[in-house]
């Protein structure tokens, strides 16, 4: 069983800075894909970024630049670096888990992000 404990949200003003991170527990972090997805209220959880063990990323259309992804196998930790947050990136973010040995999902409780003056 695998489970994912995220942290770093909260309360940031418009074009501030905040970073997630997602440690993993159990032995498979080196063959995951990490990634973050939000939820708003009301709206589908959507994909924000992804990353493979060997470091390949890939960002959700919102992204436009301003997020990065990295994970450090050797602390089985995800991090995701928000810069140049904006209202609309308000929202619950989680960790999620691909193990693609058996292609199965996990996920983590998720941390709110507030972008407001």
């Known amino acids: 069983q695998v489970q994912l404990l995220e942290s770093g949200g909260g309360l940031v003003q418009p074009g501030g800075s905040l970073r997630l991170s997602c440690v993993a527990s159990g032995s498979i972090f080196g063959h995951t894909v990490m990634g973050w997805y939000r939820q708003a209220p009301g709206k589908q959880r959507e994909l924000v970024a992804r990353i493979t063990p060997g470091g390949s990323t890939s960002f959700g259309d919102f992204v436009e630049g301003r997020f990065a992804i990295s994970r450090d196998n050797t602390k089985s930790t995800a991090y995701l670096q928000m810069d140049s947050l904006k209202p609309e990136d308000t929202a619950t973010y989680y960790c999620?888990?691909?193990?693609?040995?058996?292609?199965?999902?996990?996920w983590g409780e998720g941390t709110l992000v507030t972008v407001s003056p």
């Open positions: 999620n888990a691909l193990y693609f040995v058996t292609n199965t999902n996990y």
